[in-house]
């Protein structure tokens, strides 16, 4: 049960480190995710919390040094290429809601449009802008000119940068941005004939192809379109488990379009049950009750999250609670549960099947579930979301997920950060057929659900 629970502390060092050895009992502590479920959450009393302090807590402190969760930046995973900060923060701006978009200025325009120009001519070496920056913000512009209300659509300085800049870009973008960015010819004038014409390379970039362009013109998708096209292209890249079946700018292009398009009922049902049996149907543990916690997955930056700590005293009174998420997630990029265990020593990395050990556990009903594990399709696209900036629709489906399952009565509780997401989730919750939810405005307010009569 240990392993399950636990990392080994770093070995002790040779004479004059300032780590001493780790007695055996400090080794068998139970750590980050064991509680006892009598109702008393104790740890031996302070003399026996002192002395571990003092046997073990220098060891910790070491770890400390190389991942300290006050610098969620150490977790990020290594090898992601970095996004072009110029054009990422155009993105920032762009690719957002028809009310929350604020249009550039000329200046501002001109400076992300060059940039692009010379990135793509192989001018920016150090900081090239990605495919996906590319898609994201081009779907953006797109979407705006089609149908967001006059007053975030192109301003003057943006169509006059443009006039300015597309005769040149058209001769050095890739043809699926160039379709991006005038997928029907009405945009950019004689410089826009890519477009219509473009269908894609292979059976899964085709299917993308004719989906992005509803999306594009402001449309929507069907259940069974949004998981056509999922399983078709995750996994995704480097990370996932084979090469890119699409274009990078397509798919990124997919996703923001669909978060500025407002996702429907139905398309976010689609994310939420994508891969609901990637890895086989999920195991079933054998407790009488289980709550799921999905907060954000991209963590906090600004305040405390004690999601983590009221789990784990629910956990010693006997409710059994699972928690899902990430190590490092865009676009906060802030501290997350996985981060917190991870310094505390815990096994962040678990199956759904140790999971469920550990939840049936008398003297443990804790468990976290990295994304790495519990869905690979969905965390091999961490590098894209950063590119596209903005959070896309599986920002609000991941949180809503049954990793493991219970015998008994299950609730789950998803937080979320902006104002229109409350419907949603809790929607998502009763597809999900639990007994009770909660989706709760992170820090601030909330609201319940109760879906059975008698809760």
Request: charged letters at 20%; glycine letters at 10%; one cysteine or more.
């Amino acid at each position: 049960m240990n392993s399950l629970l636990l990392r080994p502390l770093p070995s002790a060092t040779t004479s004059g480190s300032l780590v001493g050895r780790v007695s055996p009992a400090a080794q068998r502590r139970p750590g980050a995710v064991a509680w006892p479920r009598d109702g008393r959450c104790r740890r031996g009393g302070v003399a026996a919390a002192g002395a571990w302090m003092e046997e073990a807590g220098t060891a910790v402190l070491e770890e400390a040094v190389r991942r300290n969760p006050a610098l969620s930046e150490s977790y990020r995973p290594a090898g992601l290429p970095r996004p072009n900060g110029t054009v990422l923060e155009a993105q920032g701006r762009v690719c957002t809601g028809p009310e929350q978009t604020r249009p550039l200025g000329e200046e501002q325009a001109m400076r992300v449009l060059d940039t692009i120009l010379r990135s793509a001519t192989g001018e920016l070496k150090d900081e090239p802008v990605s495919s996906a920056q590319l898609g994201a913000f081009f779907a953006g512009m797109t979407i705006r000119a089609n149908c967001f209300p006059e007053a975030t659509q192109w301003s003057e300085g943006e169509r006059r940068a443009m006039s300015l800049f597309w005769p040149r870009l058209v001769h050095v973008l890739p043809p699926e941005v160039k379709f991006i960015a005038d997928p029907e010819g009405t945009i950019m004038g004689a410089n826009g004939l890519t477009g219509p014409r473009y269908i894609g390379q292979g059976t899964a970039e085709m299917r993308l192809v004719g989906a992005l362009r509803e999306v594009l013109a402001g449309g929507h998708l069907g259940y069974e379109e949004i998981q056509c096209v999922l399983k078709d292209v995750l996994p995704f890249g480097s990370m996932g488990a084979s090469s890119p079946s699409v274009s990078e700018a397509l798919l990124a292009a997919f996703l923001i379009g669909q978060r500025m398009n407002r996702e429907t009922d139905r398309e976010l049902k689609g994310y939420c049950l994508a891969f609901d049996d990637e890895l086989g149907p999920p195991p079933i543990a054998d407790v009488n009750s289980l709550t799921h916690y999905g907060e954000p997955y991209d963590g906090n930056t600004r305040f405390f999250r004690s999601t983590l700590f009221v789990a784990a005293v629910r956990a010693c009174y006997g409710e059994a609670c699972l928690l899902h998420g990430v190590e490092w997630m865009p676009p906060k990029g802030g501290i997350t549960e996985g981060q917190m265990l991870k310094f505390m020593g815990a096994n962040t990395h678990l199956s759904p099947t140790q999971a469920k050990t550990l939840l049936e556990d008398k003297d443990t009903g804790f468990a976290y579930l990295n994304l790495q594990e519990a869905c690979p399709p969905l965390y091999s696209i961490i590098g894209l979301r950063e590119h596209i900036k903005k959070r896309p629709p599986l920002a609000t489906s991941e949180k809503v997920q049954q990793f493991v399952r219970a015998r008994g009565r299950e609730s789950m509780v998803a937080g979320f950060y902006h104002v229109g997401y409350e419907d949603p989730l809790l929607m998502l919750m009763r597809r999900r057929t639990v007994h009770a939810g909660l989706v709760v405005k992170v820090s601030i307010f909330f609201s319940f659900l109760s879906c059975h009569e008698g809760l």
